[in-house]
């Protein structure tokens, strides 16, 4: 599609709104629920190796044991990390007895976007007044929609001569629209860790979360559609998530591994998996054959699959890449909550952002822009930074209303305005709004990266040092449950 026809007037701008439920009922762990895809998969097994053991003969020894239908998938020895298949519950036991083998864990598969409602409008919506075109923040026609420039103090950045430039953030997420004029030129890297697909969506819900996401980071700064917040950064898509949001730990901690051994300055992970803290049967996907059923202790797979995980945040960290990850969006209270965790936003050296965002801006646009989502993850202990992710109340705000000749109901408006929406058989582009900490965390990975453009020997230690000292205390006083250390600043950052 030629960039042009993006914006004609008679394109409709289609508008999906994603909404996580805030419900706090006790959730059924899905664990073999449209894994990957339609194909029934064997459950997979993550052997975590001792402190500089060599792989090759635990290998070795593994192929050795004589289980049903035994596959080994990956061997990763910079983490000490093997990845196999089998749906042989008597596996695990066997394999912690080989020698250099610390623990045996079950790779668990979770739908990594949580369960909420989703709202779609054909409605088609014209190209913005030349009225509203004046309040815009950039050159981007439709940038006036985006309060989220304005609540990162994004312009603030750019006319200090910081966009991002030199500066890479990897993206791991779904399926990306590879083709969308709006972050094409910017992406220099691609890769795929889910068997059966390939990086370019084609999910059925025509939304693109990772394009959505890598959009609010990244669309170009060229006087059309709309702009990240740092418009001139390299993009490294990763798809470690199936285009319907399911997704072994083993594809994000390859895709962790991945990005950062190939120059990520910055990870973004929009995704997050609730881990139990309890005991459950896995039954592989199989519920009328009991012989395969194997049990996932809590004190023993649970625990040591976070073992997995951090061993590759801490690779990632140590290497120099600062990983950020949303903190999900159910509501918890993470300074009380027991039954669950969510990951990657627990795991060592990850930056966990929560949601905020206005109610009422399509009403008023000088109204607050920093009132903590009504579906944020919250927590004084397992929050680092609040960024602004869109907003609602119940009731939501039905009013019709008119910003900049954009008609419609007015919780819309305080949603996060971006690209991710296309039709498959026209390939047609579209924009349109979504809310979650899936679009907070995007907006500090942005802030960060510009940090990267402008001191290219940054590090995520002086990352965390510069955001404590640049960011803007909302909330009570100093770090709180919503915001953390503080709302994230991307002008004042920038004068660090």
């Not at 020895?77 to 008597?90: A, F, N, W, Y």
């Not at 939304?207 to 059309?224: K, N, Q, R």
Request: charged letters at 20%; aromatic letters at 10%; one cysteine or more.
């Amino acid at each position: 599609m030629k960039r042009n026809q993006l914006l004609a007037l008679a394109i409709p701008i289609m508008m999906l709104m994603t909404i996580a439920s805030c419900t706090k009922d006790d959730k059924v762990l899905r664990v073999r629920n449209s894994v990957l895809d339609s194909k029934h998969q064997d459950r997979g097994f993550i052997i975590i190796a001792k402190e500089g053991a060599k792989l090759e003969a635990i290998s070795e020894n593994l192929s050795k044991l004589h289980v049903r239908n035994f596959k080994l998938r990956t061997a990763n020895q910079e983490l000490g990390l093997i990845r196999v298949q089998t749906p042989d519950p008597t596996f695990p036991e066997k394999a912690r007895q080989i020698a250099d083998v610390e623990s045996v864990v079950v790779d668990v598969v979770l739908n990594w976007r949580l369960p909420g409602k989703v709202f779609r409008s054909d409605k088609p919506i014209s190209s913005p007044a030349a009225s509203a075109k004046s309040k815009s923040l950039a050159s981007n026609p439709y940038s006036f929609l985006q309060w989220g420039l304005q609540s990162v103090k994004a312009p603030e950045a750019w006319a200090k001569g910081y966009k991002g430039r030199g500066a890479k953030v990897a993206v791991l997420d779904g399926g990306f629209l590879l083709n969308n004029p709006e972050i094409a030129p910017n992406i220099i890297l691609t890769h795929n860790f889910i068997d059966g697909e390939e990086v370019q969506y084609h999910g059925a819900e025509g939304f693109s979360h990772g394009s959505h996401v890598a959009g609010t980071i990244a669309a170009l700064d060229d006087a059309v559609g709309v702009v990240g917040v740092a418009p001139e950064v390299k993009l490294i898509l990763v798809k470690v998530l199936s285009d319907a949001g399911n997704g072994p730990f083993s594809a994000l901690i390859d895709g962790i591994f991945y990005a950062s051994n190939h120059g990520a300055d910055v990870i973004n992970m929009s995704l997050g998996g609730e881990l139990p803290r309890k005991t459950y049967t896995d039954d592989n996907g199989t519920p009328d054959d009991p012989s395969d059923d194997y049990v996932v202790e809590y004190n023993r797979d649970i625990k040591d699959l976070v073992k997995a995980i951090n061993r590759a945040t801490l690779y990632a960290t140590l290497n120099g890449t600062t990983l950020v990850a949303a903190a999900g969006n159910d509501a918890y209270n993470y300074d009380v909550e027991k039954r669950f965790i969510t990951y990657p936003a627990a795991a060592l050296g990850v930056l966990s952002i929560a949601a905020n965002g206005p109610l009422g801006w399509g009403i008023n646009q000088d109204t607050t822009l920093y009132v903590p989502a009504i579906y944020t993850n919250y927590g004084k202990q397992f929050i680092s930074y609040g960024a602004p992710g869109g907003n609602w109340a119940i009731p939501l705000n039905t009013t019709i209303v008119n910003v900049g000749g954009v008609v419609y109901y007015e919780y819309v408006f305080d949603f996060v305005f971006n690209i991710g929406f296309w039709d498959e058989a026209s390939g047609q582009f579209s924009y349109g709004w979504s809310a979650g900490t899936s679009m907070a965390a995007p907006h500090a990975s942005a802030v960060i990266a510009l940090l990267y453009g402008k001191h290219p020997k940054m590090n995520p230690i002086l990352v965390d040092l510069i955001l404590r000292k640049s960011s803007d205390d909302y909330g009570h006083k100093g770090k709180d449950a919503f915001f953390g250390n503080g709302q994230v600043n991307a002008g004042k950052a920038v004068s660090y």
